[in-house]
């Protein structure tokens, strides 16, 4: 089988980041030395990155990075890529690697227990009671979700706090939180059970993760990703299916834009016929 010629990873880690600023410069010299493209947040709290690559130098930065303490144990998701992820080299402090804006969280201590892909399907196929709460955005969502989803609606993640009240029916059902790569779950899940959540889990590793080893499964259509792909089904596979629908029309299809009509402009999913109609359309692939 012929090597992927580009990856793109997705990784991240929660530790104590005493000087983001200096952190900072030191990554990006050696994030441009693998002339890698993609963007990184530092923040005191951690780190979380999605670098696009050529493969062989993408497992030499992996190499490099396991010899730096904070990264020896992280968990580096891979998916193929196409030279065209990004367009540059960014790396930027944060006051949060994904904000939430609740405040400082004991992330190690007081997350929720991990689930694994294995683990999941289990769940599945012995049709236990459960449900899978996604902690996407909402527009991620239509793209491709779980089986049993409950999808609370979030425009952003830092919605979360306001969007608890509408989940009281969840807190004593047996949940597993779910997100792309699993930095998402890892602090909402802390916030959830200080709520009250009673059986609460997370999918380790996150939704990419589930994908790699079970594509066309229980997770339905394709993942969103914040990079120039729009949307990744992670494995090529044949069966594969399109669960998102215009926002216009409700035809099938997973073709994403911005919609600058609204301010804050929105993500919205738009056909091929509908969008001569709708002129403050956009492409939705970042800058």
């Avoid at 994030?31 to 493969?55: I, Q």
């Avoid at 004593?172 to 889990?201: H, M, P, Q, S, W």
């Avoid at 990703?225 to 990744?232: A, M, P, Y």
């Amino acid at each position: 089988m012929e090597q992927e010629k580009y990856t793109i990873i997705l990784f991240y880690t929660f530790t104590t980041i005493k000087n983001p600023e200096k952190f900072r410069d030191m990554h990006k010299k050696i994030a441009a030395g693998f002339g890698l493209k993609g963007r990184m947040l530092v923040a005191r709290e951690g780190v979380n990155a999605t670098f696009e690559g050529e493969t062989n130098n993408i497992k030499k930065y992996i190499r490099a990075l396991r010899k730096i303490s904070i990264f020896k144990d992280v968990v580096f998701k891979q998916s193929e890529g196409n030279g065209q992820g990004f367009t540059r080299l960014q790396v930027k402090t944060r006051p949060e690697v994904v904000t939430l804006g609740v405040g400082e969280l004991n992330i190690k201590k007081d997350t929720a227990p991990a689930v694994s892909a294995a683990a999941l399907e289990k769940m599945y196929a012995k049709n236990e009671d459960f449900a899978v709460l996604d902690l996407r955005n909402d527009y991620e969502v239509q793209a491709g979700y779980f089986e049993k989803t409950v999808n609370p609606g979030l425009h952003k993640f830092k919605e979360l706090p306001q969007k608890i009240a509408g989940l009281a029916h969840l807190k004593d059902k047996k949940v597993v939180a779910v997100c792309t790569g699993g930095i998402r779950c890892e602090k909402a899940t802390v916030l959830l059970k200080k709520e009250g959540f009673t059986n609460l889990y997370q999918l380790k590793d996150g939704i990419h993760t589930y994908l790699k080893k079970y594509p066309g499964k229980r997770f339905k259509g394709s993942l969103f990703v914040f990079d120039n792909r729009i949307i990744t089904p992670v494995v090529r596979t044949t069966n594969r299916t399109i669960v998102g629908t215009c926002s216009y029309c409700a035809a099938t299809c997973e073709d994403f834009y911005n919609d600058d009509s609204m301010r804050p402009s929105r993500k919205v999913i738009c056909c091929d016929t509908c969008i001569g109609s709708h002129p403050k359309l956009r492409s939705a692939v970042p800058a």
